[in-house]
Every structure is written in C-alpha cells, then in structure tokens.
C-alpha cells in the first residue's frame, strides 16, 4: 500500500508539473523549452503509472482521477497560491473515499 501511494504520487506530480509547463509555455509567455519539457514530464507519468501493482488499467487510473483531484487542489495551494476553500476540501475528501473504494473493496 506504501509504494501504491509514492507511485501515484510521483505519476501525479509528473502530470500535474508537466501540465503546469505547458500552461506557463503558452498562456503566460515563459519559454517554448518549457512546453517540451512539460510533455516529457507528461510521458513521464505514463510511464510511472505502469508501476502500479494493481492488475486493471481502468482500476488503476479509475483510482488516480481521485488522487489527481487532490493532488490538483494541494499544488493550487502551494505552488498557485490559490487558497482552497472549506468546499474545494470536501471534494478532495470525498474523491479519496471514492478511491479507497475502488481499490480496496473486497472483490470475488
């Protein structure tokens, strides 16, 4: 369960960063290297969501739409600085039930 975690959250911060690369690349000026290393970044997380133990594709990215969402609201915060609010909290809380959910329930 502890390397399920770091892998999705290292998959997450490689989408996260990388979409936040293309974003700064095209719509606020920095550089056009930024963009590529931002869809590097994005391969990236591909790759590391391979990792994952869990035998479902669907399964696996089921769960890291959860854990995205989450992750999204954490990196607004931090690195956006877009303080999320008491509702932006409630959703994250609720994805991560969702999640734990999906991969944990007992299955036959």
Same mark, same amino acid.
């Given at each position: 369960?502890?390397?399920?975690?770091?892998?999705?959250?290292?998959?997450?911060?490689?989408?996260?960063?990388?979409?936040?690369?293309?974003?700064?690349?095209?719509?606020?000026?920095?550089?056009?290297?930024?963009?590529?290393?931002?869809?590097?970044?994005?391969?990236?997380?591909?790759? =590391?969501?391979?990792?994952?133990?869990?035998?479902?594709?669907?399964?696996?990215?089921?769960?890291?739409?959860?854990?995205?969402?989450?992750?999204?609201?954490?990196?607004?915060?931090?690195?956006?600085?877009?303080?999320?609010?008491?509702?932006?909290?409630?959703?994250?809380? =609720?994805?991560?039930?969702?999640?734990?959910?999906?991969?944990?329930?007992?299955?036959?």
């Amino acid at each position: 369960m502890i390397s399920a975690f770091f892998i999705f959250l290292f998959a997450g911060i490689a989408e996260i960063g990388g979409g936040y690369l293309i974003w700064l690349a095209i719509r606020e000026g920095k550089p056009f290297y930024w963009g590529i290393l931002g869809g590097l970044c994005l391969a990236l997380y591909g790759v =590391i969501a391979t990792f994952q133990s869990f035998p479902s594709f669907g399964r696996v990215y089921d769960a890291y739409g959860g854990v995205f969402i989450v992750l999204s609201v954490l990196w607004g915060w931090g690195i956006d600085k877009k303080t999320p609010d008491f509702y932006d909290w409630i959703g994250a809380l =609720i994805c991560i039930v969702g999640v734990c959910v999906m991969l944990f329930a007992p299955r036959h």
